[in-house]
């Protein structure tokens, strides 16, 4: 761990853990093609030094790097990796509050992730994580990274005077809960953090905290964090025209656990996969139901009969949250025996 800074008393530190992305990239040509860069090229410690002049002093920074990756290589023992990396820090009391920077292309999952197995935590503890990222490397002209990862600091430091602690996202001058984050366009410097009435968004002024409702939310216990090789094996499976079965039962030859389908609208499945799905339920797999719209909720037996075919919907989680949120809840089933996983799925 290196520390940047640590002149005032232990409660008024941050730890920032670095993780890579665009915030960390690097173009070779960043006035011609800011966009074609390498993600996860530049160390915390040397983007925490560029904004080392606008931290008040009262806030002292620590960081340590994690990873430096562009987020679409993610991997499994790399969340738990962070996951216990924030949760001894949340437990320390010497952090006052937790910032990391991340790739914005998986933000989403460990927004979710980071939810679920320390949400609660954070909330009792009154303590702030709050995610971050970019959408233009760092030396691009008008990188938006550094004030960013200003405001997030800001946001990790502020007095919880209007809104508790818990799991966050802050980029483009706005703020929402980590487990609302949705990336829902290529390039818009707010992709990440978009503006819809399923997803409160604040702007970091003094008033915008009364969006955010969903930290009053009284949040669930919190989940394990999986060891780095414990994690189910749910692989996510798109419906569309033309599907083919056969993927199916390639999954389930291989020992998939967990099946999360991307469907069609409110969660509609093309019938030549929904049959092999039908059967892959009947073989034990997990398979849960949600829709590649993008925004939007799947409900219980709409258009589907989730009961009949022993599937669940994922209510309002994306494809890829709705992964994250069943390999915990089958590895929460596995571990507690009393549940099953659908009950656990359901209380997320
Ligand atoms: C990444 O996710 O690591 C690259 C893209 C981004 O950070 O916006």
Redesign the pocket.
Known sequence: MSQIQNHLESSSHILVLGM????A?LASNPDSKPLQYD??QVEISTLLAQIQSAIPGEIGLVSEQLAN?????MSEPLLTLLGRAVKDALDNSRFKGIVIT??????EETGLFLQLVCGRFAQNLGKRVVLT???LPANASNADGLKNLLDAIHWAASPLDNSPGGIYAVMGGRVCMAMDLA?RHTTALN??IQSSPSSPVGLINPSWLSGVKAAEIAWHEDLSIPDGDAWPWVEILTSHGGAKGELVDALVAQGVEGIVIAGTGQGSVNQVLAERLVWAAQMGVAVVRSSRTGAGAVFSEIPEPDTAWNWLSARDLSPPKARIALQLALLEANSRKTEDWQSIFATI
């Open positions: 890579g992305g665009t915030i990239g993600a996860g990756i562009n987020s679409c290589n991340h790739g914005t292309d998986t933000i990222g970019a959408m990336k992709a990440p």
